[in-house]
């Protein structure tokens, strides 16, 4: 294997972690807003959204990426690889968050909650004050679980062709018929990342342990 | 639409020869990762330094790989060690190795939570090594951690479409192959979504009824 | 109770309702769109000039007709693209991606035309509507140096190996069936199908397959490359033609990409890139194959 093999590996390892990225960024508020739904008992909403999380939440990754990127045309909603790649992802880590969040808000002491209604709060003023800073904190340990998940699970929008981890070791493997090497370099590489990620988890779970509300 | 529903129909047996793919694969890989976790976690537990060493290192390891590069590494790596397997048991072997150590984790997490007052009055009545772990040890862990199982099965039948890579035929990998035909992707993936989803619903429905057994037993 | 939390229940309340008929009408327009869902149309060629561009999509290995080479695409196809870009009023924009999703993704309106190895087979016209040809194609299949298998008909019991949703996995079923009524009922034992071909040269060279079905273009230059480790067998297929597809009725951009094709035919240059990536030319293809 070539130094630009290697690079391209790591080109690809980068444009994973950017893809996990991004639909993590966009998944932890849209999990809260479909937790919120649910924790409000919106009438017809919290049906669509008990169906959603539970249909998303058992389905592959790799099966709900091909059907953003190969069905959706047929209505209309015609996405590029990367674009298509950050909703599938994006849509699957929401319904876990949703999950997430929704564990933290039924915990979260209903009277608190009335003594802030008494109080005549406005909703928002209700969420930003007195809910969220506290639910915050509860949902973390699952947040960041489920974000190391996420990245664990993102290779799988391989099979739409972005070109990244794995792809790109499989390009290399082809192009030097020795396929092996390059997936040891490609899984060590990752694996590292992921490494780094549950050890920052840890410290995160003994901060909040000691920080104060768990 | 609905003619495109229709194909599907029409193509119902490999339809369904995938869908008895991944949960034979399901069944397999559900089994063996589970027994073998059971075996793992006395090693994780074991006094002896190196051993639980050795055994956390791979449970990291696991946790800490992507599955599908995974998958990559077995299907391209055991060949070059020698030994030729076809791409369905490259596969299962991928979810058994895999799993293990997510099994052997998480019956470690039910076996601290046991009253040491079990282990002790059952070593107490002559109880030793392996029937110690099979009767005693074995059944309340595996009951108290019913519910991690069934997320983990779960787990496991959403990494089998994974598979499709390796050209294993389950599930997604039939419908790619008739949405690739036919010119349907939306009913043929969406297809797919519904009838993953019915297995998990499945899976969580005997989980339900497994859970009940357990509390009765508890109570 | 202060006047003000009557006013916000109230609120609720009748946000609560509203908030519940958007989601009865969210509802219904789901079913809706899920009955009168079609297709993005074919755009006329008007409409591609005012886009601007013209969309197409090129598979991303499929050796020498399109595949990547350090991070730039390259091969047969490319190189025609390449040449015919420069005769187009309009720009082109390529996105290359597996094979599984190209003729879908041309279906769906998702790309206005594949310019990719696609072989014109009596099921396909249905569908699509091909430019003028670029090539011709028969399959064949490639064993490993050394394999016991002397003759197509030595295929029997054995595990060949295919691309999913190609033409060369029909010939090859096609060809499984004939080797059935020949051998009262043994045909190939098993047909893999693959998402591409590199993963399954490699499975014949690991021994999980005993043969590789493609068109004998891409076997030859498979060989070309390797020739310590494939051999090429016999012919298991019809000749047929290749060419670029658009979806059934879309004569804007196919008169477009037409007009630059013959133009490159008759400035031989196609045939000089046939004579480049096959090491032969195809002289005497028809002029349209629809």
Known sequence: ?214 | ?219 | MSSRHTWFTALQIKKRDGLRRAAQSALFAAVAALGIVQAAHAATAEEIKARGYLSVATEDDFKPFEFVDNGKPTGYDNEMLALVKKKLPVEVRQQIMPWSGILPGVTTGKYDMAVTAVLVTPERKGTFDFTSPLSESTTYYAVKKGSSIKSADDLAGKVVGAQTGSAMLSDLKAFDEELKKKNGGKGIKQIVEYQSYPETYQDLALGRLDAVANTQINLNSLIKTRPDTFVLGQKIGNPVYIAWAVKKGNSAALEMINGALLDLRKSGEMYQMQKKWFGASFESMPQSVN
């Open chain 2, 1 to 219: 639409m609905m003619h495109d529903f229709a194909t599907i129909w029409s193509q119902r047996d490999v339809v369904f020869a995938g869908l008895l793919n991944t949960v034979i694969l399901l069944v397999v890989a559900g089994v063996a990762s589970l027994v073998l976790g059971a075996l793992l976690t006395p090693l994780l537990m074991s006094r002896h330094k190196l051993v639980a060493r050795a055994a956390s290192a791979y449970v990291d390891a696991m946790r800490c790989a992507p599955f599908l590069l995974f998958v990559y590494l077995i299907y391209f790596g055991l060949p070059t060690f020698g030994i030729s397997m076809s791409n369905w048991a490259a596969g299962a072997l991928a979810l058994i190795l895999y799993n293990t150590a997510y099994m052997g984790e998480l019956l470690r997490g039910a076996w601290q939570e046991l009253p040491v007052t079990m282990i002790e009055s059952g070593k107490a009545f002559g109880f030793r090594g392996l029937t110690l772990l099979r009767r005693i040890i074995l059944p309340p862990i595996l009951l108290r951690a019913m519910p991690m199982i069934g997320n983990q099965m779960i787990q496991i039948v959403k990494d089998s479409a994974f598979l499709t890579v390796i050209a294993v035929s389950e599930l997604t990998h039939e419908m790619t192959g008739i949405q690739a035909t036919y010119f349907i992707p939306f009913a043929a993936f969406v297809t797919a979504v519904l009838l993953y989803w019915c297995i998990c619903l499945a899976i969580e429905a005997g989980t339900g009824v497994l859970n009940k057994i357990a509390e009765e037993r508890r109570a």
């Open chain 1, 1 to 214: 294997m070539t130094a630009f093999d290697y690079w391209s590996i790591t080109q690809g390892a980068l444009a994973t972690i950017s893809l996990s990225l991004a639909s993590i960024v966009l998944g932890v508020p849209l999990g809260l807003a479909l937790a919120l739904v649910r924790w409000a008992r919106v009438p017809g909403l919290n049906g669509i959204v008990y169906s959603y999380v539970s249909i998303v939440r058992s389905c592959p990754t790799v099966t709900l990426t091909l059907l953003v990127f190969f069905a959706l045309p047929q209505f209309g909603i015609s996405l590029d690889p990367v674009p298509a790649a950050i909703v599938a992802l994006t849509v699957s880590t929401s319904a876990f968050n949703c999950e997430i969040w929704r564990s933290a808000l039924v915990e979260f002491p209903r009277d608190q909650y009335d003594a802030a209604l008494s109080f005549a709060m406005p909703r928002a003023t209700r969420m930003r004050r007195i809910v969220l800073p506290q639910v915050w904190r509860a949902s973390l340990p699952g947040l960041v679980n489920e974000m190391t998940l996420q990245i664990k699970s993102t290779p799988a929008v391989a099979v739409i062709g972005i070109v990244e981890i794995t792809r790109a070791a499989l390009r290399v493997g082809s192009n030097t018929y020795e396929p092996l090497p390059p997936f040891i370099f490609a899984l060590v590489l990752y694996g590292l990342i992921v490494f780094v990620l549950i050890r920052l988890q840890r410290m995160i779970e003994v901060r909040l342990r000691h920080g104060g509300i768990a």
